[in-house]
């Protein structure tokens, strides 16, 4: 059943899949995202895809690159999703989360009928993405940590120390990146990493960069 269908290789991913443009929206392999869906066209995609694959790509507009005939023009990575859990509210909004499956390049834009666009995508060279922990031993992870504890001190912010120093690598540096609040072009950077470790590095050296641009007595926001 599509419902409790998991995605262990490339061959089992379609090759044409419902797409979800949203900027500063950040989706990876084993990572969580939530999102409030209240526009009628991705209400309707919604719809579509609980009754069928529970698959959506994520995708960032890209607006350096203008509009396109179907829409804002789209940067060519994103992240594949699996619908796992849904709510309704009394508004008709939907509140969902999706778990990050692969990362994808988009082949082309389909011509549909459908109020959502759809695309065709090639997820062959993030075979990667489908291992679970793939290249954890390589990651500073102390290095994670020591900037995770800045920012968090800098933005007078608390954390669970104990559920973080228990997570796994890949969890741990995949969650911050998608929680971080940084702009399009560094969520998009960070989705493009070539590996585990380079995202790592990519998160740690954005986070620095930021500290080291707030006012000196730390008070401040990162967004």
């Known amino acids: 059943m599509a419902a409790n269908r998991t995605y262990l290789s490339p061959t089992e991913v379609p090759p044409v899949v419902p797409v979800f443009p949203l900027a500063g929206a950040l989706l990876l392999p084993r990572a969580e995202l939530p999102l409030n869906i209240f526009e009628p066209r991705y209400l309707a995609m919604v719809d579509d895809a609980i009754g069928g694959a529970r698959l959506i790509g994520m995708v960032q507009p890209d607006e350096a690159a203008g509009d396109s005939s179907r829409g804002p023009a789209v940067y060519q990575v994103g992240c594949l999703g699996r619908l796992t859990q849904f709510g ?59 900037a995770l ?57 954005i986070t620095q960069m930021m500290l080291a641009r707030m006012p000196g007595d730390g008070e401040g926001s990162l967004q």
């Open 88 to 146: 309704e509210t009394g508004d008709g909004r939907y509140l969902i989360t999706l778990s990050g499956i692969c990362r994808f390049r988009i082949i082309e834009e389909m011509s549909v009928t459908t109020p959502y666009r759809q695309f065709r995508i090639d997820v062959s060279e993030f075979t990667e993405d489908f291992e679970a922990a793939a290249g954890e031993g390589e990651v500073d992870r102390e290095a994670v940590l020591s």
């Open 149 to 205: 504890a800045a920012f968090l001190d800098a933005n007078k912010l608390e954390a669970d120390w104990d559920g973080i120093r228990q997570a796994g690598t890949e969890t741990l540096v995949n969650a911050l990146s998608v929680m971080s609040p940084y702009g399009a072009l560094e969520k998009q950077a960070l989705l493009e990493a070539e590996n585990l470790k380079a995202r790592a590095d990519m998160l740690v050296a």
